[in-house]
């Protein structure tokens, strides 16, 4: 499976629309393994884009700090999952963490 994560200064972004880079990581939930983590500069944010744009790089799931319910709907209609309210932490220990079952996600940042 493809894991993509937003990112502010190689961490987590807290706000899902205003991340610098995405990190889309390999991940095996079978052997909870990490394989390759490519860093993607995203288009310019407009609504429907990144949903568009990371189905076509194969993402299954989006692991984000947060996120606005219109968004995570247009992710659902691009059949990408979608986590919020997940920790500042770096891709690999936030994908480590989700492929153990141990990820604890708060609330959504983004509250619109």
């Known amino acids: ?28 939930p079978e ?25 076509k790089l194969g993402v299954d799931l989006v692991i984000a700090g947060g996120m606005g319910q219109r968004a995570q709907q247009l992710f659902s209609a691009n059949g990408i999952d979608v986590l ?6 770096t891709p690999e220990q936030l994908v480590e963490s989700y492929l153990a079952g141990q990820l604890a996600c708060g609330p959504n940042a983004c509250d619109h």
């Open 84 to 89: 919020t309210g997940a920790p500042d932490n």
């Open 31 to 55: 052997t909870r393994t990490i394989g390759q983590v490519d860093l993607h500069n995203p288009p310019a944010h407009e609504p429907g884009v990144l949903p568009r744009w990371l189905a």
């Open 1 to 28: 499976m493809k894991i993509a994560i937003p990112l502010y200064n190689g961490r987590l972004s807290a706000h899902f629309g205003h991340c610098q880079q995405f990190a889309v990581v390999d991940a095996d």
